[in-house]
């Protein structure tokens, strides 16, 4: 729900600055155009170019709010979840549930730096992964859930 209130906002900041800039431009070749012609002094083109340069400023800060938006709104949030991630894959341990990113339910055997050895389904299949493979530690145990659905 914030994400989607933080988007919101970020578009609505966008279009905001957006139509801000382009009527400021707008207006100060308006206001350049006319004066030149009407007075057609070196001090109106001095004028002009002064305002020109001033729209260009306003487009730069534009960039620089657009470019801290996106950080904060993508990389700051990403790298929460890949710390988050890094613990819960600290705290794996042998007797430990996990679930695969392939969907595969079991009980973590043994570990060997990254490498994870899982037993799962009702013959105790052991198969290998890399510990980058867990997607979650289950709370439950798997095996007594499928039990009790009559599963095995």
Not at 137 to 148: H, L, T
Request: glycine share 10%.
């Amino acid at each position: 729900m914030k994400r989607v209130f933080a988007t919101v906002l970020v578009i609505v900041l966008v279009m905001v600055l957006l139509s801000s800039c382009a009527i400021e431009a707008g207006a100060d070749q308006n206001y350049g155009a006319t004066t030149a012609a009407a007075n057609n002094t070196a001090a109106t083109a001095n004028n002009t170019a002064q305002a020109g340069g001033g729209a260009g400023f306003g487009s730069w800060i534009f960039i620089i709010i657009l470019i801290v938006v996106f950080i904060v709104l993508i990389i700051v949030p990403n790298k929460r979840r890949e710390k988050k991630y890094k613990e819960m894959i600290d705290t794996v341990k042998v007797g430990s549930n996990v679930k695969t990113i392939g969907g595969i339910y079991g009980k973590i055997v043994a570990i060997k730096e990254d490498l994870v050895t899982i037993e799962t389904g009702p013959e105790k299949a052991k198969i290998v992964f890399s510990k980058s493979a867990i997607a979650t530690i289950e709370k439950m145990d798997v095996e007594a859930e499928q039990g009790s659905k009559g599963l095995k």
